[in-house]
């Protein structure tokens, strides 16, 4: 099979021919921005954080004079921030005001199992349950979604996601952005009918043309002429991202899936594959008042070309209030890290210690293309089965393989519970900042990695799973448990 062919098989009831923009679809860059409200808690207490949350289904404003029905949590698309910090709890309470199951994953979150939002463990409609986050974990770029068994990849796509953001006392001694100049960005595409609805059709990855960033079509953000911290997300089910800037400026990346960099880096290019995250600061100090900066998509993904053209910073006038940093400035231009956040120097961050491995495995994800399932093994997932039964406290390797090579098919492999480390890729060391914290690992087609994962935090069972949601949610998914 070469992978055209598969392509047209997987397509089989679509066309493959790119849909055109329909004529109210907004050009790009002329709708402005919006950032998902930071969600306010219901009440404090001397430890803890309580929110409450209604997942209903509302209608919402995403293209320009539009209402489209989507699935929100608390009223919004995509969700409201919640804002945590480490050692204070936070304690959700979801009331699902669906007619379907939800059931909320905090990802890349170590938590209890009972609040792991496992798959099977649902909020029926009109229930509510009470999910308890720890925060015990260094500061990161989380993110909370649906993962109801099945339901998950239409629910996700429908609107429920929503951005987490741990901070910690190492991260608050770091001179970075904050407030107005810390920005979530979730980023994500979709399909739209003509009377401005979302169209959902399973494992669509030919056809989803519109960009959307924080629920806006590829829209424009005014920004002042500051460093920024951007926390870049993929938010989309299925579609791989290559993000660059279009005038060649830097992005430094600080973060990635589940914490601060052991050391920043700076790259012209960074790839998110759905789920994944990195944290960035881009410096718009040195661009002239005036100018406008395109964050592109350069993936190579089958459709990537239709979704070229992500979003776009207009820089403002001067702030006055913030002087300019030369030194920084300078930094950046002759590719060298700025100190303050060079490891050695100003960085407080370092890597954890690799703890020898006790036990290998090997999992491998493929399409099989007769019985038309995405498998783990040769197996869809079985809540009654354990695929790995781990030591607490042990450290293992799994060997990860992308066995769809020939297909063309990406995958990205996600944990549960734990941040991990990739050692290599085909055989090559993985760089740095791709490395290490980890909870979901990119497979291109035909790739083999090693991760290292440390289990030793909580007992219980814990899904793995390909986070292209669409290919999870038919069965691309297993279990391990950690047991005492
Ligand atoms: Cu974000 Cu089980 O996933
Ligand atoms: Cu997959």
Redesign the pocket.
């Known amino acids: 099979l070469t992978a055209a062919s598969a392509m047209l098989m997987l397509s089989s009831s679509r066309s493959i021919r790119a849909t055109p923009q329909h004529p109210w679809l907004p050009p790009p860059y002329s709708v402005p921005m919006t950032i998902p409200p930071v969600l306010a808690p219901a009440r404090r207490t001397s430890d803890s954080d309580f929110y409450e949350i209604e997942i209903a289904e509302t209608s919402q404003e995403i293209l320009p004079g539009i209402q489209t029905k989507v699935l929100t949590y608390a009223g919004c698309f995509p969700g409201p921030t919640i804002q945590a910090e480490q050692g204070r709890k936070t304690v959700v309470a979801q009331i699902n005001k669906m007619y379907t199951d939800a059931a909320v994953?905090l990802?890349g979150a170590n938590v209890p199992a009972s609040s792991d939002g496992y798959p099977m463990d649902v909020i029926k409609p009109n229930k509510t349950r009470v999910y308890n986050y720890p925060n015990a974990q260094p500061a990161g770029t989380l993110w909370y979604?649906d993962?109801a068994h099945h339901l998950e990849a239409e629910q996700v796509y429908r609107g429920l996601a929503g951005a987490y953001l741990l901070s910690d006392s190492v991260e608050q001694q770091i001179p970075l952005p904050r407030g107005e100049f810390d920005v979530p960005l979730l980023i994500r595409d979709a399909k739209f009918d003509h009377n401005g609805q979302l169209v959902w059709v399973f494992d669509d990855f030919l056809d989803r043309p519109t960009m959307l960033v924080n629920g806006r079509p590829q829209p424009y953000f005014t920004v002042k002429p500051s460093l920024y911290r951007l926390r870049l997300f993929n938010v989309s089910n299925i579609e791989p991202f290559r993000f660059r800037l279009d005038n060649g400026a830097l992005f430094l990346q600080i973060g990635s899936d589940g914490g601060l960099l052991p050391s920043p880096a700076l790259l012209q290019e960074i790839e998110l594959f759905p789920?994944e995250r990195a944290d960035v600061l881009v410096d718009f100090r040195s661009t002239a008042p005036g100018t406008s900066v395109a964050l592109e998509n350069i993936a190579t993904s089958p459709a990537a070309a239709q979704k070229r053209q992500v979003m776009q910073f207009r820089v403002a006038g001067v702030d006055s209030a913030r002087r300019l940093d030369l030194d920084a400035v300078r930094g950046w231009q002759d590719g060298r890290v700025p100190q303050e956040y060079a490891p050695a120097e100003g960085w407080p961050v370092a890597a954890p210690p690799l703890p020898p491995a006790t036990q290998q495995r090997r999992f491998v994800l493929h399409f099989d293309v007769k019985q038309e399932k995405f498998l783990i093994n040769g197996r869809e997932f079985d809540a009654n089965r354990v695929d790995a039964t781990v030591k607490l406290g042990s450290t293992e390797i799994w060997e990860i393989v992308n066995a769809d090579g020939a297909l063309g098919i990406a995958h990205a492999m996600?944990l549960?519970l734990v941040q991990f480390r990739v050692l290599d890729r085909n055989g090559k060391p993985e760089p740095a900042h791709d490395a290490y914290p980890k909870d979901t690992v990119r497979l291109h087609p035909g790739d083999t990695v090693h991760i290292s994962v440390t289990f030793n935090s909580f007992v219980g069972r814990y899904?793995f799973?390909c986070?292209f949601i669409d290919h999870a949610s038919h069965s691309m998914m297993g279990q391990f448990e950690v047991v005492p």
């Open positions: 994953h990802h979604h993962h789920s996600h549960h899904p799973h986070h």
